[in-house]
C-alpha cells in the first residue's frame, strides 16, 4: 500500500450541457483518474401568468455532474484557472469548481504528467480555504423541501445526488423498518461565515435530532468559481442579479452583507464552534461496482458509526498508462465519517483485507471534516459519535 500525502483534491460540479467542454479539458490535463457522479441542481424559476400581471415560483432541476479527480497539490489553482477558464464558470448557472487537500491510500501511486501541469497551469503557493461544503444525507424524497428553504434564503445552489444507506440502519432494532435504504445526499457550497447560518437552517428542516432522519457534515475548501444562480426569469437588466452580487462581494470583500439576519440558536452556534476542529476524518473507499460490501462491513467493525454507498463512472486521461492502471468503468465509493482517533485502526483494518491486493484494487481517500450533526441517542449531539458512546470508543481504541 501507498500513501500520497502531497495531493489535492479538485471537484467540479457541472450541468450536462458543460460535460463536454469538462472532458475535453481534462483530456487536455492528461489527469490519470476522474471520478463522476451523477446528480441535480435546483434553482427557483419565476413564471407568470395573465399577461404578467400574476407570477409565481416554483423549483426546477437541472441534471448535473460532480466530477472529482486528484492533481499534485503545488497545481491545484493553476488547474482550477484553467478549467474555469476552459468552462466560463464565472457565469452564473454554469458550475462551481473547489479543492481540498486529500491522502489517498492505493497499491500503486498516482503519476502525472509534471512537465505538462507545469507549462499550462504553473506551480502556485495553495490559497486558503475561504468556503464550506456542508453534506447532508437524509432520506429519499426529504430533499427538496430543504433545498426550497436555502434557495429563498439565496445562500446556496444545493446539488442532490442519490445513495444507499449502510450500517447504521442495522444497529436501530425493530426502528429500522421506518427508515429507508434509499437516500438523498445534498451539497451546499457556501462562504465561511454563511455556513453556521446555513447548517442551522438544514438542521431545522431535516429534523436531524430525531432518529434515522440524517446526518450532516461539513469541511473547508478553497473555492475559485461558485455557482450563484438560485433563481430564473426574465432578464430586465443588462446584468443578473447574481452578477451584481458578484460584484458586491469583491468589493466589500465578503458576502456578510447578503445575510438576512442571525441564527435563533446562538448558544448550539457555540457548541457546534467548541466541538474541536478537524475531530472527524472522511474515509471514502473506492472500489470495482459489486466488491464493495465486505470491506464497508470491515470499516463498521473498526468504529464507523454508518456508511453510505454511491455509483461512479470511472475515466482516465491519461495517454500513457502503466500496467497497474485502473481501468475505466463503473466503480462504487463509500463515504465513512469517523472520529479521528480511530483513523489509523481502520486504515490498518481495510489493509489487511485484500482491498489493496486483489487485481481489482481499491483506494482509499482520506479528508479531514469540520464539523458534524447527528442523532445518536437519547439527547441530539453533536458529532458522529457522542456521549457514552465517544467515551467507550475511547476506552476501546486506548485497550
Known amino acids: 500500500m501507498q500513501r500520497q500525502d502531497d495531493l489535492a483534491k479538485i471537484t467540479c460540479v457541472v450541468d450536462d450541457h458543460v460535460l463536454a467542454a469538462l472532458n475535453a479539458a481534462l483530456q487536455t490535463l492528461e489527469i490519470p483518474e476522474v471520478y463522476l457522479q451523477r446528480a441535480k441542481q435546483v434553482m427557483l424559476v419565476d413564471h407568470a401568468r395573465f399577461l404578467g400581471l400574476h407570477t409565481y415560483t416554483t423549483p426546477e432541476e437541472n441534471r448535473a455532474a460532480l466530477c472529482r479527480f486528484y492533481v499534485p497539490r503545488q497545481f491545484q489553482t493553476g488547474v482550477m484557472r484553467q478549467i474555469t477558464e476552459a468552462l466560463d464558470l464565472y457565469l452564473p448557472g454554469r458550475g462551481s469548481i473547489y479543492a481540498k487537500?486529500?491522502?489517498?491510500?492505493?497499491?500503486?501511486?498516482?503519476?502525472f504528467n509534471t512537465k505538462l501541469l507545469t507549462e499550462l497551469c504553473g506551480e502556485a503557493k495553495p490559497e486558503p480555504t475561504n468556503y464550506d461544503v456542508l453534506a447532508c444525507i437524509v432520506q429519499r424524497g426529504a430533499a427538496a423541501a430543504i433545498a426550497a428553504a436555502i434557495l429563498e434564503m439565496g445562500l446556496s445552489v444545493p446539488l442532490i445526488s442519490f445513495a444507499a444507506g449502510m450500517g447504521g440502519r442495522d444497529r436501530m432494532g425493530l426502528l429500522r423498518i421506518t427508515v429507508p435504504v434509499d437516500k438523498e445526499i445534498m451539497y451546499f457550497l457556501a462562504p465561511r461565515h454563511d455556513a453556521e447560518l446555513l447548517k442551522g437552517i438544514i438542521e431545522r428542516k431535516a429534523r436531524l435530532d430525531l432518529p434515522g432522519h440524517g446526518f450532516l457534515y461539513q469541511y473547508h475548501v478553497n473555492a475559485l468559481a461558485v455557482n450563484l444562480r438560485v433563481r430564473r426569469g426574465n432578464r430586465t437588466s443588462a446584468a443578473t442579479m447574481e452578477q451584481i452580487i458578484t460584484a458586491l462581494d469583491q468589493l466589500r470583500g465578503s458576502s456578510e452583507w447578503r445575510r438576512l439576519g442571525v441564527t435563533p440558536v446562538k448558544k448550539e452556534?457555540?457548541?457546534?464552534?467548541?466541538?474541536?476542529?478537524e475531530a472527524f476524518s472522511n474515509f471514502s473507499l473506492i472500489i470495482d461496482e459489486g466488491l464493495l460490501t465486505p470491506y464497508v462491513q470491515t470499516a463498521l467493525r473498526s468504529g464507523a458509526g454508518g456508511a453510505t454507498r454511491m455509483p461512479l463512472i470511472f475515466q482516465s486521461y491519461a495517454k500513457k498508462k502503466d500496467e497497474n492502471a485502473?481501468?475505466?468503468?463503473?466503480?462504487?465509493?463509500?463515504?465513512?465519517?469517523?472520529?479521528?482517533?480511530?483513523?489509523?485502526?481502520?486504515?490498518?483494518?481495510?489493509?489487511?483485507?485484500?482491498?489493496?491486493?486483489?487485481?481489482?484494487?481499491?483506494?482509499?481517500?482520506?479528508?479531514?471534516?469540520?464539523?458534524?450533526?447527528?442523532?445518536?441517542?437519547?439527547?441530539?449531539?453533536?458529532?458522529?459519535?457522542?456521549?457514552?458512546?465517544?467515551?467507550?470508543?475511547?476506552?476501546?481504541?486506548?485497550?
Open 326 to 399: 485502473l481501468a475505466s468503468g463503473s466503480k462504487e465509493v463509500c463515504d465513512l465519517v469517523v472520529p479521528q482517533m480511530v483513523s489509523e485502526m481502520l486504515a490498518q483494518n481495510i489493509k489487511d483485507t485484500d482491498f489493496f491486493t486483489r487485481p481489482e484494487a481499491g483506494m482509499i481517500e482520506i479528508t479531514s471534516v469540520h464539523g458534524t450533526i447527528t442523532y445518536t441517542g437519547k439527547d441530539r449531539v453533536r458529532g458522529q459519535f457522542g456521549g457514552r458512546n465517544l467515551f467507550a470508543l475511547l476506552r476501546k481504541t486506548k485497550n
Open 269 to 277: 452556534i457555540k457548541e457546534i464552534k467548541e466541538y474541536g476542529k
Open 101 to 111: 487537500e486529500v491522502t489517498l491510500l492505493r497499491r500503486t501511486p498516482l503519476e
